[in-house]
């Protein structure tokens, strides 16, 4: 059975503090790795990782795959409250347009 | 990016009533997509593929005769749920693969259903 696994599943910090989250996978047929914020609504796209050891970067944000490891992490620098969201893994699988998503990292910044 | 738009955003019904969501792809067309279902303080559960022009593929455990997906056009899935219980309240969200190779997925900004 494919399988997504976040760690952790809930995590508070400080505004200012460095974070870093991870997702492992094991899956029959990969294809890639994608990173979602969810904050109220829908989620939103923030990265698609495909080849292993190239990091994708947005502004505070930054994320790696490790495809001989099977996981991902994903970065957030001097975070600020609005980071606070729950932020999803998925991996698309070859063959088929669908996602297995992780269960979601909940973070929450104080100020 | 791409849009996709679901309607309603939310729903209130009583129990035994069929409910029926909405969801458009606004700049693009989409042969495929997905519904999701997300409970309280959990991630999405794939719930079914919604092929245009055939039949939807159901994940295991959802029950096709209470979740009928029509994929009527190349812009319009819907989701109808049929006699709703409390238990079905839930956010259904759902979304289109689009871009290059299909990779990115555009997610709707959800229906939130509550079932009286």
């Known amino acids: 059975e494919d399988k997504v696994v976040q760690s952790p599943l809930s995590l508070v910090v400080h505004e200012g503090d460095t974070v870093t989250l991870n997702c492992s996978y094991e899956?029959?047929?990969?294809?890639?790795l994608l990173w979602y914020k969810q904050e109220k609504k829908a989620p939103t796209f923030l990265f698609m990782l495909?080849?292993?050891?190239i990091e994708k970067k947005s502004g505070r944000l930054s994320s790696i795959l490790d495809k001989k490891e099977l996981f991902s992490i994903l970065n957030i620098t001097a975070t600020q409250t609005g980071d606070s969201a729950i932020y999803l893994c998925?991996?698309?699988?070859?063959?088929?347009?669908?996602?297995?998503f992780g269960q979601g990292t909940r973070l929450t910044i104080n100020p | 990016g791409a849009v996709v738009s679901q309607h309603p955003s939310r729903v209130i019904c009583k129990s035994g009533t069929s409910v029926k969501i909405e969801c458009r792809s606004l700049?693009?067309?989409?042969?495929?997509m997905f519904w999701y279902r997300q409970f309280p303080k959990q991630s999405l559960m794939l719930m079914a593929t919604?092929?245009?022009?055939?039949?939807?593929?159901?994940e295991q455990g959802v029950e096709k005769d209470k979740f009928l997906i029509n994929h009527a056009s190349l812009t319009l899935s819907t989701l109808t749920v049929t006699s709703a219980h409390p238990e079905d309240s839930s956010f259904y969200i759902c979304?289109?693969?689009?871009?290059?190779?299909?990779?990115?997925?555009?997610f709707g900004p959800g229906t939130r259903l509550t079932v009286l």
């Open positions: 700049d693009f067309q989409a042969t495929t």
């Open positions: 979304s289109a693969p689009t871009g290059t190779g299909k990779n990115e997925q555009f």
């Open positions: 899956v029959t047929n990969f294809r890639s």
């Open positions: 495909t080849s292993s050891g």
């Open positions: 998925a991996v698309a699988l070859q063959g088929a347009q669908k996602l297995v």
């Open positions: 919604s092929n245009e022009g055939s039949k939807a593929t159901y």
